[in-house]
């Protein structure tokens, strides 16, 4: 992938990426609805499919590199990568949800970490800081920045916190195929990198440790854990670079609006 061309998308193409996004946005809100002590990953795995399949797209992950499941589901320490199983969730837990779509001939791909009811206040802080660095890396994304910028936005604000951030597993370019260039580290430094341009697509998402920035993966040959066991964050957008400036593809919108529903409900 190193020496692969980066693949600008014309402002039509963009577009068609959008509703790809969306409807991973839609996914993930129909996941929130159902996140709570008790559930499956394995149910809520089953509901995303049968939903993007019903609204015209294609699960993206089931197949691609022989994943055999259509979200990934990371619960606690497991940072990404995580297989659905039968076992239910426990108030506490916290789980990053990563769903890809291809509708259109294109792919969108983002991911949230739910809390599962009663969450430990030092796990929420956690929640809210590697999604606040998503947005901080994300207002990098401007023409005439470079891919350093956005790595040392997300690195300077969560180690301030005292957090791990993952260096082994990086966002990405996206397009017609889930992982293109560049690659979009979470670390880095101000200046250095490829050189941010109109038409770019980048899938951004910081992978953040409440300990150790370590990890390993387990024999499955896909889920990723931190090395110390302590828990782990994950989120992630589509970002296009429009006139300049980015433009967000995909929302948490529809997550927000089902977790408040919950909330008014309980």
Not at 42 to 70: C, H, M, Q, S, W
Not at 91 to 118: K, P, Q, R, W
Not at 164 to 180: A, F, N, Q, S
């Amino acid at each position: 992938m190193a020496n692969t061309p980066i693949i600008y998308k014309t402002r039509e193409e963009i577009e068609l990426m959008r509703q790809s996004a969306q409807l991973v946005s839609k996914t993930l809100g129909l996941v929130a609805e159902h996140i709570e002590p008790g559930v499956t990953t394995l149910e809520l795995d089953k509901l995303a499919e049968e939903f993007i399949r019903d609204n015209g797209g294609v699960p993206g992950f089931l197949g691609l590199y022989d994943f055999p499941n259509t979200l990934c589901m990371s619960p606690n320490a497991q940072v990404v990568h995580g297989i659905p199983t039968d076992i239910p969730l426990e108030s506490g837990d916290i789980i990053s949800v990563d769903c890809g779509v291809l509708m259109n001939g294109f792919y969108g791909d983002h991911a949230y970490t739910f809390a599962v009811g009663e969450v430990d206040p030092k796990i929420e802080k956690l929640l809210e800081v590697t999604k606040k660095s998503l947005y901080l890396g994300i207002e990098q994304c401007c023409v005439g920045n470079r891919i350093g910028d956005i790595g040392f936005a997300i690195q300077n604000y969560t180690e301030k916190h005292g957090y791990g951030v993952v260096k082994e597993l990086v966002g990405h370019g996206l397009g017609r195929t889930m992982h293109e260039e560049p690659q979009v580290p979470n670390y880095g430094r101000r200046g250095r990198g490829k050189m941010l341009k109109n038409g770019m697509v980048l899938a951004i998402e910081p992978m953040i440790n409440m300990g150790t920035a370590k990890i390993k993966q387990l024999s499955d040959g896909w889920t990723i854990l931190t090395r110390d066991g302590k828990p782990s964050a994950h989120f992630e957008h589509d970002v296009a670079i429009v006139d300049g400036k980015p433009d967000i593809l995909s929302t948490f919108d529809y997550i927000d609006a089902a977790l408040a529903k919950k909330k008014v409900q309980a």
